[in-house]
């Protein structure tokens, strides 16, 4: 079994128990307009990421690095255990049975996998009985078809709506460039999303090596709420001095590749 990019797996579940606390204030949405995160049927969500699919690969190629996370709120019904649920929904995914770690003082049921150079990523925290938060992270590393990232959209989909998961999905996708001037390219990156769906921009961030700026766009299939604001995608770019490239990540509706 292999950990993959994930180097520190408590570090990941302790991000997650932040994360956790973000989107209970904000609230992932998919389908873009919803009032609270709700799982989208399976067609649905294929059909929603291949919009996105479409809309990235065009304009930018072949990414180097893809995430595609699914999370949400679980609630057990008639006192079914944390254990047996994870287990389950692990051997729908085609993951072998989750382990009992405790982290932060949060038990955590996570299963790890690796399968044709994809990664996969299972957890399931218990926050209190009968209520948990699931996190299923899949990371193609440069080896993700558009075929491969449709089909676990797909499963993902069906495993978060038949277990009864309040689930809701991102994805975010990395190219290396060439080295320019990082505002530049962030600014070339926006013109090719500009050109194909109308978007608007919310918050900027640069320094001397990093730009990113977040988007709405009626048009996106999932968001995100910054404050009293809908957001449906972030650019960002990085330049990494070391490797003598530039990062270019765009995320839908946040990037989330870190963590």
């Known amino acids: 079994m292999s950990k993959g990019v994930f180097r520190n797996p ?22 873009g307009k919803g009032d609270k995160p709700s799982t989208a049927a399976p067609a649905e969500a294929k059909a929603e990421l291949q919009q996105l699919l479409d809309l990235t690969f065009v304009s930018q190629g072949q990414p180097e690095h893809t ?20 287990q389950q929904a692990a051997r729908m995914l085609g993951l072998p049975n989750p ?22 990523k299972w957890n399931v925290i218990e926050k209190e009985a009968s209520s948990w938060y699931a996190v299923l992270r899949i990371d193609f590393q440069g080896s993700g078809t558009q075929p491969q990232l449709l089909a676990y959209q797909e499963q993902a989909a069906a495993v978060f709506h038949q277990s009864g998961i309040k689930g809701a999905w991102n994805v975010s ?11 530049e390219q962030l600014k070339q990156a926006e013109q ?9 921009q919310l918050e900027s961030y640069e320094d001397a090596a990093s730009a990113s700026t977040s988007y709405t766009s009626g048009q996106l299939p999932v968001s995100v709420m910054s404050g009293s604001q809908a957001m449906q995608m972030q650019i960002a770019v990085h330049q990494n001095d070391a490797l003598h490239v530039n990062r270019l990540t765009i995320g839908f509706p946040v990037i989330t590749i870190e963590y």
């Open 173 to 183: 996708f990395q190219w290396l460039k060439a080295v320019q001037d990082v505002k």
């Open 99 to 120: 382990v009992l770690e405790e982290v932060n003082g949060h038990p955590v049921y996570r299963s790890e996998a690796e399968f044709g150079g994809i990664s996969f």
């Open 10 to 31: 408590n570090m990941f579940v302790m991000m997650m128990i932040l994360i956790m606390a973000v989107v209970l204030t904000t609230g992932f949405q998919n389908g």
């Open 67 to 86: 995430v595609l996370k699914w999370q949400g709120d679980w609630n057990g019904l008639n006192g079914e255990h944390a254990e047996a649920a994870a």
């Open 192 to 200: 090719t999303i500009a050109a194909q769906v109308p978007v608007q």
